[in-house]
């Protein structure tokens, strides 16, 4: 059975930091890719970082400098770095796994003071 648990989610003030992880059980890492999505409130999901098997990077262009997507595949879990956040970055974020379309159930992020 496949799961992926997003965990890491809060609220925080513009221009702090959060770290997100997503475990993937059920799943290989090699030879897949990983990403992180977001939907903010009335809105489409849209991508914000994706990650190969391989670490090879893929970022949307508001977070780039911003946000960094890492990877351990001893652990099965992918995380996302999320630094000086502003409150356009307010969103659920969902973890994916490009094999078998799997989803998270995601965790709420909310950038407000």
């Known amino acids: 059975q496949v799961q992926l648990v997003e965990s890491g989610g809060g609220l925080v003030q513009p221009g702090g930091s959060l770290t997100l992880s997503c475990a993937a059980s059920g799943i290989i890492f090699s030879r897949n890719i990983m990403g992180w999505y977001r939907q903010p409130p009335g809105k489409l999901r849209d991508l914000v970082a994706s990650?190969?098997?391989?670490?090879?990077?893929n970022y949307a262009d508001s977070v780039k400098g911003r946000f960094t997507i890492s990877i351990d595949n001893a652990r099965n879990t992918v995380y996302l770095q999320m630094n000086s956040l502003k409150p356009e970055d307010t969103a659920v974020y969902y973890c994916?796994?490009?094999?078998?379309?799997?989803w998270g159930q995601g965790t709420q992020v909310t950038v407000s003071s």
């Open positions: 990650i190969t098997s391989g670490g090879n990077t």
């Open positions: 994916k796994s490009w094999i078998g379309n799997y």
